[in-house]
């Protein structure tokens, strides 16, 4: 009877060391990739990229410039308002 209590407590010991360990790896890790994002330490920060076949237009905020489809109404990545397209007239000459 009290050899089996023991073994009860030695497993429930030997369980919350395995999980207090496990959290504690899992912090460190959430910590480390955190410090990475807002460092800028790998050197890029998550930016969509734009769609193949498509123009792109860039975001008109200063700390954003992510690529975004040509005909966007806002960025994919900060939400601001992308300036509407200009029509530019051309005037085309003959060349001879």
């Not at 790998?42 to 905020?61: E, I, K, V, Y």
């Not at 990545?77 to 005037?91: D, E, I, K, L, S």
């Amino acid at each position: 009877m009290i050899e089996s209590i023991f073994i009860f407590i030695a497993v429930i010991a030997i369980t919350a060391l395995i999980f207090g360990g496990w959290l504690v790896v899992t912090i460190i890790r959430g910590i480390i990739r955190l410090a990475m994002y807002l460092f800028d330490i790998d050197g890029q920060r998550a930016r969509p990229m734009p769609l193949p076949g498509q123009n792109s237009a860039t975001c008109p905020q200063a700390n954003c410039r992510a690529p975004n489809p040509a005909g966007a109404a806002f960025c994919r990545r900060c939400g601001r308002q992308m300036p509407r397209a200009q029509r530019v007239t051309v005037r085309r000459a003959a060349m001879w």
